[in-house]
């Protein structure tokens, strides 16, 4: 089957008929911006095709020049005018000119041309591409604006970018006069052609470039990162470059504050990218580099800190750029560009603030403490099936030897959580107010499912043909206990609340294991409703101090609905067998592809 054909044997869109779904519950912040965001109707990624150049390209070969028919060395792909595609002039600019102004969307999308209605979509796009606890949206919109940016000054990010927002796209576009799915598709697999020929070709040109040059790089392969991730994937192999990736991600160190959030989404990204038994995306040496930039949800630019500062300035903090690094481009002294940003003023407004500038402080190292559980998903999935040779003597040994090792970290793990996750809001109100200890027990109850879920996928993966251990049956009652307490968005009606988006998976394992119809259920209900279509809700702005409520808003994931379609045939059939069935074999035979739960 081609990676990008259009045909199925079990027809999703069926299922999902008049579902709008988007990316704004994906990564939902605690405190939702005040500002209404247009419908994003994403789409299930269908079909492919093989590139000429796969294997490793020994990147030091200068003068490479094997550039598809669809593209040239010097231009983006553009098909047909009416595909969406515009002639844009790029130029060389030095590092300072991208700090030097701060331009708007409407600036942005009337350089756009054709291609304002794909950058639009992206636009839309209400929180990062993860589903990962992180504080506010705002940190997320300053550096979408720079992807958008980027993107009119490099061939490869504008081509990747393009494949995101009209992947995502597809089906808002499908039904209108003019477009039709497969071209859409056709698009999508020109332009991940040309940016990944890009790429390569700039990486082969020379190993040394300016600084801007690889910012550029990194954010092109970020965005097809996040395109490997969303699309439908099929028995072949990864269509995400990582040779390219690890040159990239392994060359240089002094990246810029921007980059250093793509590069912990590319750690999130990789993780995720493995549910189902897909590939991974980073090689074990990029993984260790990218784990030395953490989630950071402290700063005062997470907790809103709008104070006013000059232009030039603004432009440095909105784009990402250090004062280190902008003093090094425009030639000023170190202590010049650096007096500007020294700003004392108090940056709260409101009690609200307040709190949320507490919230975080707290969070912070459970939050790291989270993230580093979640890692552990890529560990325990070398072990299965789709990764290595399983059931033979040899085999199960080395896997049961391996998977106790997990086991055992895992357990160190647990006793070295930040003490506050376990307090419960009961203790927690007594030093800080009630609003903010029910939010914090909320996330923990977050981190610890997604925790306790471990031990399940541990058992499953590595056991697979035994019954459950003591250790997983305590799992699955922490499990079932901290997603009924977990932070979600509170709904009338018997459901009561709906969990938040970064439990999907987390559901989905639970589901697969769980012998209670009642609680299986629950989770199927609960996957359902993160995939419902909501409109916006916009929170309530006359009390400022407490913190706002959660909003799935659009809709939490583009794979919930058929994830619970996955997960109701896949109980069934266990129940009806009494055994294991394995998700991914399933997901093919239902859909004809499988795919990431994020």
């Known amino acids: 089957m081609g990676l990008w054909a259009n045909d199925r044997l079990y027809s999703f869109a069926d299922l999902t008929e008049n579902l709008s779904t988007s990316w704004a519950g994906q990564a939902a912040s605690f405190f939702p911006e005040d500002e209404e965001l247009g419908t994003l109707v994403d789409s299930t990624f269908d079909g492919g095709y093989s590139l000429a150049d796969t294997g490793k390209t020994n990147i030091t070969r200068p003068g490479v020049s094997d550039t598809p028919p669809s593209c040239t060395t010097n231009a983006p792909v553009r098909d047909v005018q009416q595909a969406g595609q515009s002639n844009v002039a790029y130029q060389t600019c030095d590092s300072h000119d991208l700090e030097a102004s701060s331009p708007s969307w409407d600036s942005i999308l009337e350089q756009a041309g054709p291609n304002a209605f794909l950058l639009d979509q992206f636009r839309r796009i209400a929180q990062p591409p993860a589903a990962i606890l992180i504080g506010g949206s705002k940190k997320w919109r300053r550096l979408q604006q720079y992807l958008c940016r980027c993107s009119g000054e490099s061939r490869a990010v504008e081509n990747a970018l393009l494949c995101v927002a009209e992947l995502l796209s597809t089906d808002a576009t499908s039904n209108q006069e003019g477009h039709h799915r497969t071209d859409s598709l056709r698009r999508v697999e020109d332009r991940h052609r040309a940016a990944c020929h890009e790429i390569r070709t700039k990486l082969a040109k020379s190993m040394e470039f300016k600084a801007k040059s690889l910012e550029h790089l990194l954010v092109a392969i970020f965005l097809l990162a996040w395109l490997e991730v969303i699309r439908d994937q099929d028995a072949g192999v990864s269509r995400f470059p990582r040779d390219l990736a690890d040159s990239i991600i392994t060359g240089h160190v002094n990246w810029s504050r921007s980059s250093q959030e793509l590069l912990s989404w590319l750690n999130t990204l990789d993780s995720k990218a493995t549910h189902l038994g897909g590939h991974h995306l980073l090689s074990s040496e990029a993984l260790e580099i990218v784990s030395h930039y953490p989630t950071q949800i402290t700063s005062s630019g997470s907790c809103g800190d709008e104070v006013a500062i000059d232009s030039q300035d603004r432009a440095a903090k909105e784009f990402g750029r250090s004062p280190a690094y902008s003093s090094s481009a425009s030639g000023a002294s170190p202590e010049e560009r650096r007096r500007p940003l020294l700003n004392t003023s108090t940056p709260f407004k409101s009690i609200g603030h307040v709190k949320q500038a507490l919230l975080h402080t707290i969070l912070q190292p459970a939050l790291q403490w989270h993230l580093t559980s979640q890692s552990y998903c890529r560990r325990i999935s070398t072990h299965d099936k789709h990764h290595r040779n399983r059931f033979t003597s040899d085999d199960e040994y080395e896997v049961i030897n ?182 991914r074999d399933l997901s093919i035979t239902l859909f004809g592809c499988y795919f990431s739960i994020i």
């Open 402 to 583: 391996a998977c106790k090792q997990l086991e055992l970290e895992l357990h160190d793990l647990w006793s070295f959580r930040p003490a506050v996750v376990s307090l419960p809001a009961a203790q927690l109100k007594q030093v800080v107010s009630e609003d903010l200890a029910i939010r914090l027990e909320e996330i923990f109850s977050v981190y610890k499912a997604s925790f306790w879920i471990l031990f399940v996928y541990l058992h499953r993966v590595s056991w697979w043909n035994l019954p459950h251990s003591d250790l997983t049956r305590q799992a699955l009652s922490e499990v079932w206990k901290n997603m009924r307490g977990a932070y979600g968005e509170k709904v009338p009606g018997a459901m009561h609340k709906i969990v938040h988006p970064s439990l999907l998976w987390p559901l989905f394992m639970f589901g697969c294991e769980c012998a209670d119809i009642t609680q299986r259920s629950w989770a199927i209900a609960q996957i359902e409703a993160l995939g419902e279509a909501k409109p916006i809700v916009n929170d309530d702005e006359s009390d400022t101090d407490t913190l706002p409520p959660f909003r799935l808003s659009l809709g939490a994931t583009r794979n919930a609905k058929r994830a619970a379609v996955l997960l109701t045939h896949l109980t069934q059939e266990q129940d009806k067998q009494r055994t294991r069935i394995d998700d």
